[in-house]
């Protein structure tokens, strides 16, 4: 009797067990092994004395100033919430009469619920301070900063104008458009304006490498730029392990900093694979509110499966395709047209939501690659705009995709494929 490895996939909050013939297996890519740090309050505090390229936090504050701190959303793991009150302490607020304020850099995404915010920020942090909602959409809340030198509008909020202190909190894993989340990502799509991040993500559909993983991508390039001409006195750039504990913490400038910490998370996120791929089963945990995040798990597939092959992906998506219905409506727009029309006739569509558009090509590119199975919550309406089919588990898109491949097909499977970066050695 063939032997089998059992797999445990998580999936939203469960787990859900896979068995692949041993003889298939290829890998299973899972994080790098690292320990949390035991105290992450005492950890906050040493990156914020010991900066890197800034002097230490303490050293920039001035009594009376307007403090903004930037905090990632509830699509990303970081537990804010634990490094909040080190902060706080450090800034001496109330020794400096300081005006504190804190703005979820939500991006694209959809607005935070109270009860959401809470688990971000803590409860003393969000009924002791005001802390609000970036709307990417809302003009009356942005400011126009110019023109970068590549002609991307930047238009970001307001109250990083009106600031006299900037502090961003985020997480340093592979991104799949800007290479890497972090740093100045903070900034755009964070809490920029909708005809600044349309710009940018216009980068993605013309570039003709994937970014995943990539520094040197034309999307972080820019952002980059951008953050260049915005106020951000000190980012806090964190490392997670898979349990979304902190491992490492770096604060700075923010290029420097974050080129620290991506050297940093590289031993945990970047993960080796010997070959190619014929199917690929990816989870894409911890992005799976929705597809807009979920897509993250295609990108990582994308990367190590042969043309022709299968991905099946396991993603929840409680929240549809996106938090934001524009991004929907330009998704079924889009609908069935080929990938490398997309840019073209959304163009013609009079489409503005440069982001969907983005999102519907990699979309159509990747069902263009691979055959794709989604294991989820979607409708089966909502997986006819995205052109993919359902597995009612992901072991039924398994045992699929080995029937099509066939009995000697070689199977890799993704473990937290939302922010696994898979660097193929042959």
């Known amino acids: 009797m063939e032997e089998n490895a059992i797999i445990e996939l998580p999936y939203g909050s469960e787990m859900v067990s896979l068995s692949v013939p041993r003889r298939n297996l290829l890998d299973v890519l899972e994080p790098g092994d690292a320990a949390g740090v035991r105290n992450p309050a005492v950890t906050m505090r040493q990156a914020l004395r010991s900066p890197v390229g800034k002097p230490p936090l303490r050293d920039l504050v001035r009594a009376g100033q307007r403090v903004l701190v930037l905090v990632d959303d509830n699509t990303r793991p970081t537990p804010v919430y634990q490094v909040l009150p080190a902060l706080l302490e450090e800034l001496e607020v109330e020794r400096n009469a300081l005006q504190v304020r804190f703005l979820i850099a939500t991006g694209t995404h959809r607005p935070l619920s109270q009860e959401e915010t809470v688990r971000k920020v803590g409860a003393e942090v969000a009924h002791r301070y005001e802390v609000i909602n970036h709307r990417w959409s809302d003009a009356e809340t942005l400011v126009d900063l110019g023109r970068t030198v590549n002609g991307t509008p930047i238009k970001v909020n307001r109250l990083l104008v009106e600031s006299d202190l900037v502090i961003s909190i985020g997480t340093t894993v592979p991104h799949c458009l800007a290479g890497w989340a972090g740093g100045a990502k903070m900034i755009q799509p964070g809490v920029s304006g909708e005809d600044t991040t349309n710009h940018t993500h216009a980068l993605c559909m013309m570039s003709p490498m994937p ?10 390039l820019e952002i ?203």
Request: proline share 4%; net charge neutral.
């Open 211 to 220: 970014h995943l993983g990539r520094l040197d991508n034309p999307l972080r």
């Open 224 to 426: 980059e730029q951008i953050v260049r001409s915005v106020r951000l006195d000190m980012a806090v750039c964190c490392v997670l392990n898979r349990r979304s504990e902190f491992v490492h913490i770096v604060a700075g400038d923010s290029l420097a900093a974050h080129r620290r910490s991506v050297e940093l998370a590289r031993p945990i996120w970047v993960r080796p694979v010997r070959a190619l791929a014929d199917i690929v089963v990816v989870s894409s945990y911890p992005s799976d509110i929705d597809y807009w995040q979920g897509i993250k798990g295609l990108f990582a597939a994308e990367l190590i499966v042969k043309r022709g092959g299968d991905i099946v992906l396991a993603s929840p998506c409680p929240e549809g395709i996106a938090g934001e219905l524009e991004h929907e409506r330009t998704i079924a727009a889009l609908a069935g047209i080929p990938s490398r029309e997309m840019r073209l006739r959304a163009r013609e569509m009079g489409l503005s939501d440069l982001a969907g558009v983005n999102t519907a090509v990699v979309a159509a590119r990747i069902n263009e690659l691979a055959w794709v199975s989604v294991c989820t919550c979607m409708s089966d309406g909502q997986l006819a705009v995205l052109g993919h089919s359902r597995a009612n588990t992901v072991q039924e898109g398994l045992d699929r995709a080995l029937a099509r491949q066939g009995r000697d097909a070689k199977v890799l499977v993704i473990t937290h494929g939302g922010d696994i970066c898979p660097a193929l050695s042959l």
